[in-house]
Nanobody, 127 residues
Framework: QLQLVESGGGLVHPGGSLRLSCAASRFTLDNFAIGWFRQAPGKERERVSCISRSGGSTNYTDSVKGRFTISRDNAKNMVYLQMDSLKPEDTAIYYC????????????????????WGQGTQVTVSS
């Protein structure tokens, strides 16, 4: 079974940057679309971004557009989320998730599409 492990979270001041990583094991990511989601205290988990298997298609929720960038390196079996201009409202546990897409070069916004999830990494934005 595909396993995902997130890393790169931490405490950062408003306006700062973090780069989250999602490492996959037991399967290669070539045929998987990847999503990043987050869950803030007391709130429901929400979509942040997704990327297709080739990286040719990406999608972002409105609140992070222009600040976050999703990317992937299939040769390294890694997916990244570069987060710039961080705001206190970005504070949450961030999860990466994967869904098998075969040859389709698409990604999905809904959590229900994603069968494989990591354990999450905490991001705290505070002065």
């Amino acid at each position: 079974q595909l396993q995902l492990v997130e890393s790169g979270g931490g405490l950062v001041h408003p306006g700062g940057s973090l780069r989250l990583s999602c490492a996959a094991s037991r399967f290669t990511l070539d045929n998987f679309a990847i999503g990043w989601f987050r869950q803030a205290p007391g709130k429901e988990r929400e979509r942040v971004s997704c990327i297709s298997r080739s990286g040719g298609s990406t999608n972002y929720t409105d609140s992070v557009k222009g600040r976050f960038t999703i990317s992937r390196d299939n040769a390294k079996n890694m997916v990244y989320l570069q987060m710039d201009s961080l705001k206190p409202e970005d504070t949450a546990i961030y999860y990466c998730a994967a869904t098998f897409v075969g040859s389709g070069d698409v990604c999905y916004n809904g959590m229900s599409f994603y069968a494989y999830w990591g354990q999450g990494t905490q991001v705290t934005v505070s002065s």
